[in-house]
Nanobody, 114 residues
Framework: QAQLVESGGGLVQAGESLKLSCTASRSISITHAAWYRQAPGKQREWVGRIIPSGGTEYADSVKGRFSISRSYVKNTVYLQMNNLSADDTAVYYC?????????WGQGTQVTVAS
C-alpha cells in the first residue's frame, strides 16, 4: 500500500535541534514534497517544499532555521529544524502532491519546552 510515514518527533528544549524523516513507499515519487505543521486550535501551516532540482522554499516563520533535503536511495524526505522555540510545537506532516489530494503522512509530534 502507498503511504508516507513521518518519524523523529519528540520533546526538546528551546534552542535545540531535531531532524524529522518522511519515508515514502517505493510506489510514491518524492520528486515534489512538502512539510506542513498544525498546532492545537490553529490552522494547518505550510512549512516548506522541495522541487525536482533539489531547490527549496520556506515559510517566513522558519526561514533560516529549517532546511529540507531528500534521499532518493532511501525514498525519504527530511526536515532539519534548528534553534527551536515553543512556537514550533506542532504535529508535523509531510505531503506529496500526486493525484487529486496527494498523499499525507500520519504526522509526528514535536514539543519544544521552554
Amino acid at each position: 500500500q502507498a503511504q508516507l510515514v513521518e518519524s523523529g518527533g519528540g520533546l526538546v528544549q528551546a534552542g535545540e535541534s531535531l531532524k524529522l524523516s518522511c519515508t515514502a513507499s517505493r510506489s510514491i515519487s518524492i520528486t515534489h514534497a512538502a512539510w506542513y505543521r498544525q498546532a492545537p486550535g490553529k490552522q494547518r501551516e505550510w512549512v516548506g517544499r522541495i522541487i525536482p532540482s533539489g531547490g527549496t522554499e520556506y515559510a517566513d516563520s522558519v526561514k533560516g532555521r529549517f532546511s529540507i533535503s531528500r534521499s532518493y536511495v532511501k525514498n525519504t524526505v527530511y526536515l532539519q529544524m534548528n534553534n527551536l522555540s515553543a512556537d514550533d510545537t506542532a504535529v508535523y506532516y509531510c505531503h506529496v502532491p500526486l493525484g487529486d489530494r496527494g498523499y499525507w503522512g500520519q504526522g509526528t509530534q514535536v514539543t519544544v519546552a521552554s
